[in-house]
């Protein structure tokens, strides 16, 4: 049974970073790309970053330069740093997992930037 599990969300000052984080079981978790995608109430899911089986990342342009997306496959994670937050960055915040035609999800963890 796949399971991917986000943790690190939460409410945080304008400016302020966070560290979400989503273990990963039941996959041969080295294989798959990994990604975080959000989902703000009223608007479609969207990709936020992206981190390939190989290490090659990418990102959504409204964070590049603030999110950095890593892995580390002895711990079968992937992490999502978020710094220099904005209130547009509130939403749900979903981990995926994805190998040629399959995708999993997690259940999501809510980040609200607000003052």
């Known amino acids: 049974q796949v399971q991917l599990v986000e943790s690190g969300g939460g409410l945080v000052q304008p400016g302020g970073s966070l560290r979400l984080s989503c273990a990963a079981s039941?996959?041969?978790?080295?294989?798959?790309?990994m990604g975080w995608y959000r989902q703000a109430p009223g608007k479609q899911r969207e990709l936020v970053a992206g981190i390939t089986s190989g290490g090659s990342t990418n990102y959504a342009d409204s964070v590049k330069g603030r999110f950095t997306i890593s892995r580390d496959n002895a711990k079968n994670t992937v992490y999502l740093q978020m710094n220099s937050l904005k209130p547009e960055d509130t939403a749900v915040y979903y981990c995926?997992?994805?190998?040629?035609?399959?995708?999993?999800w997690g259940q999501g963890t809510q980040v609200t930037v607000s003052s």
């Open positions: 995926n997992a994805g190998l040629r035609s399959l995708s999993y």
């Open positions: 039941g996959i041969i978790f080295s294989i798959h790309r």
